[in-house]
Structures are given as C-alpha cells and as structure tokens.
C-alpha cells in the first residue's frame, strides 16, 4: 500500500492549493478516503472525506466552503482543492484510507504528509 501526497507549498493568505494524493497497492475505489492535517505538538486534525464512489463528502467546519475533496477512481487518486487559505490551515496534509467499524471510523494507511504554508 502506497500513498504519496504532492501540492503543498507556501501560499499567502487567500490564495489557493490543490493536493492530490497518489495510491497504489490496493483497490482504491474499494475505499472511502480522508484528508487529516497536523501541527508540530498537536493532535490530528480530521479535514475531509469522501465515500468510495465520491458521492458523499463531509467536511470539517473550518474549512466548509473553502476546501472541495475529489477523487479520481481511474487514476486511483485523491484531491483537496483549496481556496481562500489562511494562516491558521498551515499544517501537514495527509490523505489516509478510511474504513467503518462498530460506528467509528478508522484511518489505516497514511501517506508521508505534504506541507502548507500559508504565510
């Protein structure tokens, strides 16, 4: 299983970014899929998802209306658009594998992060 996350960068505020995340080794659209981010000495920070066929996305409040979350099932990737950025979304961006259990919702694989910087 492989996910490698791309798009990050430096970006001032109210700019945008688009972070795709590449997998490989498993059947993607056999998955539900997730974008988390993370600050250095913070918890993680659950942002998007979207269901295996991208039907049904869900966003985190603070970034309703700015971040759109697609998916891409012959290319086997995944996609944050990100509008209107400000300073406080700067953090790591990892895109995960979701699944569902007994009611609560897991992320198993990760991809190594990219890095915002909205400055």
Do not use: H, I, P, W
């Given at each position: 299983v492989q996910l490698v996350e791309s798009g990050g960068g430096l970006v001032q505020p109210g700019g945008s970014l688009r972070l795709s995340?590449?997998?490989s080794g498993f059947t993607f659209d056999d998955y539900a899929m997730g974008w988390i981010r993370q600050n250095p000495g913070k918890a993680p920070e659950w942002v998007s998802d979207i269901s295996w066929d991208g039907y049904i996305t869900n966003y985190?409040?603070?970034?309703?209306?700015?971040?759109?979350?697609?998916?891409?099932?012959?290319?086997?990737?995944?996609?944050?658009?990100?509008?209107?950025?400000?300073?406080?979304?700067?953090?790591?961006?990892?895109?995960?594998t979701e699944s569902t259990?007994?009611?609560?919702?897991?992320?198993?694989?990760w991809g190594q992060g990219t890095q915002v910087t909205v400055s």
């Open positions: 995340c590449a997998t985190a409040d603070s970034v309703k209306g700015r971040f759109t979350v697609s998916r891409d099932n012959a290319e086997n990737t995944l996609y944050l658009q990100m509008n209107s950025l400000k300073t406080e979304d700067t953090a790591v961006y990892y895109c995960a259990y007994g009611g609560s919702v897991y992320y198993n694989d």
